[in-house]
């Protein structure tokens, strides 16, 4: 049930379409958490996960400017190659340069970015927040260099205000990322490491903005990490979602480290992805629920 808003993206007696555009996407979870978002707003719509291979994107990317259409989110590996095909972006998206939100402007295509700020309301909800403190704050470390991995470092560097040590299988991909947010003046800087160059005993957020886990559940991105060399009180936030227990986070859990999955985040993301395409502000519970339902 709504609380009276209406959208200005049409009215209840048009069909209002959105997407997510992946490869693969029969995993997804959006359709359930968008699906019960429209109802609970009162619009007619309908939300459609489409397996989209790389080669075919600029093509569905340019159905999303017809008529009734609101737009779609993107996932793997779409989140970068989508920017060059849009109109304009908004200055999250700039700043990370991925996109996982296309709204559809009157035939514009618009590209932001949700992840960061749902990354960051999800760990303001697990106390994962700003202190005011740089000391005791401590370094964020993430685990990454893709899409997902740009979005964690925003969120540490400029939401969080955090150094951020960025740690990837090749190197290189880390180093790419830490140069593209290197600025003399930044109160906050980038890295990327290797795990010996880190200060364990000051983080107490790990980030997993990886792969790993996501298709193998024995897989993990920190083999034969020491969890109890992190600082007191530490989060490892494993933006995977399914499996919903990772090995990362049983190896964390078993170390004594509080350890969260990825779907605080995709709750979030999808609440800030709908309120742009429909103007309806939906609580987080809503999508919450949805993905409850799905357990």
Do not use: C
Not at 41 to 52: I, Q, T
Not at 72 to 84: C, F, G
Not at 226 to 252: C, S
Not at 270 to 289: E, I, K, M, N, S
């Amino acid at each position: 049930m709504n609380d009276g808003q209406t959208s200005s993206r049409g009215s209840a007696s048009s069909l209002l379409r959105a997407f997510l555009y992946a490869d693969p996407a029969a995993h997804s979870l959006s359709p359930a958490m968008h699906r019960a978002a429209f109802a609970w707003a009162g619009l007619r719509g309908d939300y459609e996960a489409r397996r989209v291979p790389p080669a075919d994107l600029p093509a569905a990317l340019a159905q999303l400017r017809e008529p009734g259409v609101l737009g779609a989110n993107l996932s793997l590996p779409h989140k970068e190659a989508a920017l060059v095909s849009l109109d304009d972006l908004s200055a999250a998206a700039r700043a990370i340069g991925a996109v996982n939100t296309v709204v559809n402007r009157e035939g514009r295509l618009f590209g932001d970015n949700t992840d960061a700020p749902g990354l960051f309301d999800a760990l303001l909800d697990l106390g994962a927040g700003r202190t005011g403190d740089r000391e005791m704050a401590g370094p964020v470390v993430v685990l990454g260099a893709g899409g997902a991995a740009r979005a964690a470092v925003y969120t540490a560097l400029i939401l969080l205000e955090r150094d951020v040590f960025i740690v990837n299988r090749t190197r290189a991909r880390a180093e790419e990322l830490a140069a593209f947010w290197q600025n003399g003046d930044a109160d906050y800087q980038a890295r990327a490491a290797d795990l010996s160059e880190i200060p364990w005993s000051k983080v107490r957020l790990v980030v997993n903005a990886s792969s790993a886990g996501l298709s193998n559940p024995a897989e993990t991105p920190l083999p034969g990490f020491d969890f109890a060399g992190l600082a007191p009180g530490a989060l490892v936030y494993d933006m995977v979602y399914q499996p919903r227990e990772t090995r990362l986070m049983r190896d964390a859990q078993a170390a004594g480290v509080r350890a969260e999955n990825g779907l605080g985040m995709l709750a979030h993301q999808a609440r800030l992805a709908f309120l742009a395409w429909t103007g309806a502000d939906v609580p987080v519970g809503v999508f919450l629920g949805a993905l409850e339902e799905r357990r």
